[in-house]
Structure formats: C-alpha cells, structure tokens
C-alpha cells in the first residue's frame, strides 16, 4: 500500500487540479473524470486512464472499490489520497471518492468509417458546454455516427460538457476540425448530405425527407450558421416558433431533428 498522499501543494495534486482549465489540459494531453458511473463509462469507452486518486473514506457499497480494481487491472497509477484532497480535486458537492485523469486523444475524420446511411452531427462553433453535453447525450441516443466540431468551439473535454454529456462523451467519436470545406468535402466523399437547421429558411421539419444518411448542420447559440458553412448547404430545414419565445436553444432543436431522423432510418 502506497503512502496516502495528505497535502493538496502534493505535485501530482497541483496538476490535476489544474485541468479544470483547457489549456492545462492541453499541455498536460490528459482530462479529468468523475463520478462512478461517468468512469466505468470511460473505461467501457476505450479511453486510456493514467492517474487515479481516490479516498476510501468517502466510499459508499462495493461500487468504488470495484471500480478501482478495474483502474488497477487498466494500468492506471493508483493514489491514496485524504479527503479533503479528494473534495480539492471534486467538482461534486458529494464526491463519491474516485477522480481519475485519461489521456487526451481526439479522433480524427479518417477514424471514422462511414457506409453512406449514417448520421452525423456537425456543430458549427458551439460556445455552451452544457449546449454541446446535452447534444452529445442525444446524438448517442439516436445512433449517430459521430458528432463533428467545427472550431473554435467549447471543449469536449471540458468537466461541464463531461458531466452534462452523462457518460455520452465515451461512446461516440467528437471530432474537432478547424476547416470547413475540408469538413464538407468529407461528407460528400461519404455520401451524407449536409441538411442546415436555420429558425428563418428552408422547409419544415416535416415537410423534409430525412431519408438515409446525412449531415445535421446547428450554428452557434448567439449566431446560428457562419458564412463560411452556409456557402456548403444547399438543404435546409426549420422549427416553427409559434408563442412568443425568440428562439429554441440548440440542444432542443438538435434533438428535435435527430429524432426526425431517428423516425424515418431507425430499425423497427
């Protein structure tokens, strides 16, 4: 058993604490998880832990400690730690006594391998990290085959975006590409039509034929679909706004149209 680690000035301490900020996280090539379920998630996912640091006093049932055979059964580096060392690296107002840092490896387009028949989201410089968890958790739900960041855009990887995400994070690509015509040129090599969802053009959401595969293109929260995207859709759709609300947010009407999707291509 290894020496319980008491002071949070510990080094290993001081840097994972500072992976609450994305550019410690990019330096660092790692992110930080918590939260019992998010973590067996992670590691169903793939994704490759490197330290774990976690307080037995704060463990409730068998969960926590089979969770921690499993980092250890991973290759992790397990660390004892105080409590008070563990609430210094919880976000949680109850943390449930395991918090572990993953190596941060983002796929990319060629990583993902398309028939034509699929669904994929694209998010055109998302800003909202609960917009983009949310929207995460429903493009898993829907079968989606990868959701696609056009940057600069909040972190995938960001503790808001990881939690609000419920673990969906792990389960699909999120890609992150700084150019879009490269992005459109990839849909179309693939076959996927890039459909723009937009609250003033195109027809309505029922009126479309959401048949086989496609792009679903949602703007930014404030701005909607930037130029530079907009020159690359030639189909558009829209949610009809009919009480006095001035907008619905992005996750919802994503959520919507993936379902729209979901209705027509989805197996009975």
């Not at 800003?127 to 429903?138: A, H, K, S, V």
Request: hydrophobic residues 45%; contains cysteine.
């Amino acid at each position: 058993m290894s020496e319980i680690i008491t002071s949070t000035r510990n080094p290993r301490v001081v840097e994972a604490r500072k992976l609450s900020q994305r550019k410690h996280r990019q330096q660092q090539g790692r992110f930080l998880v918590e939260g019992l379920q998010l973590l067996h998630m992670a590691l169903d996912g793939g994704q490759q832990p490197q330290d774990v640091f976690y307080c037995e006093a704060l463990f409730t049932g068998s969960e926590a400690p089979a969770l921690l055979d499993r980092f250890t059964d991973a290759g992790a580096t397990v660390i004892a730690v105080a409590e008070d060392v563990l609430r210094a690296l919880s976000d949680r107002d109850t943390p449930q006594g395991i918090v572990a840092t993953f190596t941060l490896a983002p796929p990319e387009l060629d990583a993902v391998t398309l028939q034509g028949d699929e669904l994929i989201i694209v998010l055109d410089r998302l800003q909202d990290p609960g917009n983009l968890g949310t929207i995460l958790r429903t493009a898993d739900a829907a079968g989606a085959a990868a959701v696609v960041l056009l940057t600069p855009s909040t972190d995938p990887y960001d503790p808001k975006t990881v939690r609000a995400s419920m673990g969906s994070l792990f389960n699909l690509p999120v890609i992150q590409v700084d150019d879009p015509s490269m992005l459109f040129d990839w849909l179309q090599r693939n076959g996927l039509r890039p459909v723009g969802a937009d609250a003033h053009q195109g027809v309505r959401w029922t009126a479309y034929d959401w048949r086989n595969g496609l792009a679903l293109v949602l703007g930014n929260e404030a701005r909607g679909l930037s130029d530079d995207v907009q020159a690359h859709i030639h189909d558009w759709v829209h949610l009809p706004v009919i009480g006095k609300a001035d907008s619905l947010n992005v996750a919802i009407a994503g959520g919507v149209l993936m379902y729209a999707w979901v209705a027509v291509n989805a197996p009975a």
